[in-house]
T-cell receptor, first 107, second 123 residues
Framework: EIVLTQSPGTLSVSPGERATLFCRAS???????LAWYQQKPGQTPRLLIY???SRASGIPDRFSGSGSGTDFTLTITRLEPEDFAVYYC????????FGQGTKIEIK | EVQLVQSGAEVKKPGESLKISCKTS????????IGWVRQVPGKGLESVGL????????RYSPSFQGQVTISADTSIDTAYLHWSSLTASDTAIYYC???WGIGKVSQNPYDFWGLGTLVTVSS
């Protein structure tokens, strides 16, 4: 099973600043099989990025994804108040696994 | 409109059995993978497994193999997650989610989610 490790566990950022989240896989994965989700308290996860770098429908362009092989990144430029949430990476090539999540909190 | 409607919250005792459901509508149920995801309150997302309803092909995550049973009834467009003997460690919210993209070869993320079923196991 592919294990995804996210870092940092918690990120303290001020509104308007940039946030960079990392996801490392235990083995090489095809970048077309890497996604990022956002989850707010009491809500279901929301797909942000698929194929490592493609934004899902309706996702603002301040969200961007990159990476390949075992290392992937989610970047949120100019954090808005609604962006403070928990973010998960997911690999979905055949099996499905999630990272343990990164919480973005208000600094 | 795609919808996944999950059954209501459950409170059970250790050793009891339980089957929760995910009733779908608005798309061709048989030809999209459906996944189950566990979330212990305050913790992260864990994949339980997936089912392709058309042929009931089930893929369990290693941690859940032998612990739960995933099934589907294509006559009523509903997926199920079943425990034969619950333990306290099964206490969590369980989400069903549709894998985007028609066909068994689809390898895509989840695009639609149910609201979750809270399962509480306590003596």
């Amino acid at each position: 099973e592919i294990v995804l490790t996210q870092s940092p566990g918690t990120l303290s950022v001020s509104p308007g600043e940039r946030a960079t989240l990392f996801c490392r896989a235990s083995q090489t994965i095809n970048s077309i099989h890497l996604a990022w989700y956002q989850q707010k308290p009491g809500q279901t996860p929301r797909l942000l990025i698929y194929g490592a770098s493609s934004r899902a429908s309706g996702i603002p362009d301040r969200f961007s994804g990159s990476g390949s092989g075992t290392d992937f990144t989610l970047t949120i430029t100019r954090l808005e108040p609604e962006d403070f949430a928990v973010y998960y990476c997911q690999q979905y090539g055949g099996s499905v696994t999630f990272g343990q999540g990164t919480k973005i909190e208000i600094k | 409109e795609v919808q996944l409607v999950q059954s209501g919250a459950e409170v059970k005792k250790p050793g009891e059995s339980l089957k929760i459901s995910c009733k779908t509508s608005g798309y061709s149920f048989s030809h999209f993978w459906i996944g189950w995801v566990r979330q212990v309150p305050g913790k992260g997302l864990e994949s339980v497994g997936l089912i392709y309803p058309a042929d009931s092909d089930v893929r369990y995550s290693p941690s859940f193999q032998g612990q739960v049973t995933i099934s589907a009834d294509t006559s009523i467009d509903t997926a199920y997650l079943h425990w034969s003997s619950l333990t306290a460690s099964d206490t969590a919210i369980y989400y069903c989610a549709r894998r985007w993209g028609i066909g068994k070869v689809s390898q895509n993320p989840y695009d639609f989610w149910g609201l979750g079923t809270l399962v509480t196991v306590s003596s």
